[in-house]
């Protein structure tokens, strides 16, 4: 299995990511990619932190990979994260799936980002223009203010 | 034993650190450890169970940890 799994601090490129799993027996190539959006829960958000616990996190996307793989017979997946202080617009995560068909590549990516948001060591500090939160899982936690 | 835990996010910052040592039996559990990090770190002892890993995978609190193992306790995940 052809599986590219990092966390990086470093901008992701989506054609790096789409050439590790290319091949010429494949026809599909599914990609998702998460950008920095700039609100949440009606406020402003001007940018984001991501912290990973990034031994464990990168064995983790693994998983997730090989368990993808397993699951929709596609072999050929990359999954890397960003970490460290994100802008506006910036990509945070992306995964990529190549297949020979669609069906299985689309399915296999869907699958892929749900459980990188389950179980990845990741967590997400929203910055406002008057302070931070921490997001953890589903809820926000509210934390003290901080200057942006 | 002394042990060291990794601590992520909100827990790094309430503990102004990224790693704190705790004293524990030999063969202490996971719940025994997190015990003992709250009595260090008074600003996490409002919170109720963490993820917690034993060696970089997820593990339940019943888990005996061994000397020189890598314990990590956190919040919830929010990566993607």
Redesign the interface.
């Known amino acids: 299995m052809a599986a590219l799994c990092r966390i990086t601090e470093d901008p992701i490129h989506p054609d790096e990511l789409a050439r590790a799993v290319a091949g010429p027996d494949r026809g599909a190539l599914a990609t998702f990619a998460g950008l920095v959006r700039d609100h949440h829960g009606g406020r402003k958000v001007v940018r984001l932190e991501y912290e990973a616990y990034v031994e464990m996190a990168e064995r983790v996307l693994l998983e997730i990979a090989e368990e993808a793989s397993r699951r929709f017979g596609t072999p050929h997946v990359a999954i890397a994260h960003r970490v460290g202080r994100l802008a506006i617009g910036e990509t945070s995560v992306l995964i990529a799936v190549a297949a020979p068909h669609r069906r299985e590549a689309l399915a296999a990516c869907a699958f892929a980002i749900d459980r990188v948001k389950e179980r990845a060591p990741i967590w997400k500090k929203e910055f406002y223009e008057d302070g931070a939160v921490w997001i953890e899982g589903p809820e926000i936690v509210e934390g003290r203010a901080e200057a942006p | 034993m002394i042990v060291r835990v990794?601590l992520?996010?909100?827990y790094?910052?309430a503990a102004g650190s990224d790693s704190i040592e705790v004293m524990v039996s030999q063969d202490a559990t996971l719940e025994a450890l997190w015990y003992a990090v709250r009595e260090q770190v008074p600003a996490l002892c409002g919170e109720g169970a963490p993820?917690m890993?034993l060696d970089?995978?997820?593990a339940t609190g019943d888990r005996r940890v061994g000397e020189g193992q890598e314990v990590?306790f956190?919040?919830?995940?929010?990566?993607?």
């Open positions: 990794l992520f996010a909100r790094r910052e993820l890993a970089c995978a997820y990590a956190f919040p919830p995940v929010s990566g993607g």
